[in-house]
């Protein structure tokens, strides 16, 4: 069984891209930078070849995880939209014209009962999304989110 999740607990650490996948990506690049030779045009080609392949890694590596975050994003937002007018019988886009993107995933881990009070200051207050997260006093957990 999970461990009931709150503002501390909440960010999610995957072992095999931040522990493995990227540490090796940025050595390999480091590594890369710290070898480039610029003595003949032979060594500066070779230099600018591995730099540049170095790179493509590092974006390649690090692209699937931004698009995945997106995706996600807009799920949270779709899912947002269907909450609001489940508890308001409401549409969600005036207010939501009104949050910015990380506000609505803040507020996304509100419970039912403080959801909307929060949004309401949220709007007000124009407050800030860890603040939001640290405000909730009845975490709604999300233990899928990438």
Partial sequence: MTKPQNFE??????PLHHFVIMPMTLIFLGWT????????????????????LALIVLLVSYLPRIYALKNQNRI???EMRQ??????????FEKESLLTS??????????????????DKSIKETTAPKEIKKSIKNW???????
Avoid: C
């Fill in 9 to 14: 607990n909440h960010a999610k650490l995957y």
């Fill in 33 to 52: 930078v710290a070898r480039m030779d610029f003595s003949t045009s032979d060594t500066v080609s070779d230099s600018f070849y591995f730099l540049l």
């Fill in 76 to 78: 949270i937002r779709l």
């Fill in 83 to 92: 909450r609001y007018f489940y508890l308001t019988g409401t549409p969600f």
């Fill in 102 to 119: 990380p506000q609505i995933i803040a507020l996304r881990f509100a419970g039912d009962e403080e959801f909307l009070a929060l949004m």
């Fill in 140 to 146: 709604k957990a999300d233990h899928h989110r990438v």
